[in-house]
């Protein structure tokens, strides 16, 4: 399967997934029918991001090492909100002409950024459900075509105790996740 086959079949796992209803959706995303809880529906879309907005994500970030390819691909490719995806909840990419949105949300909890950035280790998402563990790229650990273990970490080591946290290898690379969450929806 192509990258592009795989995104577009992992994107679609987005609605079957979750509900994708929520307040204060953006315009491109909105659905337009009022879900059952009076939310409104949202979708996420196919969307063309300017060609430099990797590069102000990593100058903005201070990310210690690339991405990702296929993560690069899906951000500059796809719009949505935060999703729970089941293993994962997948930090939200509004809709706008660059990555600022994602970048505002990786860095929100600053103590977690903080923490995880300077360790190579960049978080892109929550446990699923409620669960406020950290889901991590281990950017020192890379294989040779550069994509890295997605990581699950104890919230409470870094918040609670200011200590190296214990994980759980979700993946062994974004690419692996990806194919996780799709066997999910199978």
Known sequence: MTDAALLET??????????????NIPEELLVGALWEDDFPKWRPIKYTTAS??????YAG???PGMLPSLFEVFLISY?????????????DNPPGPDLSGFQRRVSRDRVLFDFLAPRGLFQFGMAAGTNYDPVCFDLNNRDAAGDCPVL????????????TPKAVKLADSFRELVSKVIKLDE
């Open 61 to 63: 970030l201070k990310i």
């Open 79 to 91: 719009r949505w909100l935060e999703v729970d995806l089941k293993l994962l909840r997948l930090f």
């Open 152 to 163: 699950q970490l104890d919230h409470e080591d870094i918040l609670s105790f200011g200590r």
């Open 52 to 57: 430099d907005a990797l590069a102000k994500l």
């Open 10 to 23: 992992f994107v679609a796992t987005f609605s079957r997934l979750d509900v994708l209803s929520q307040r």
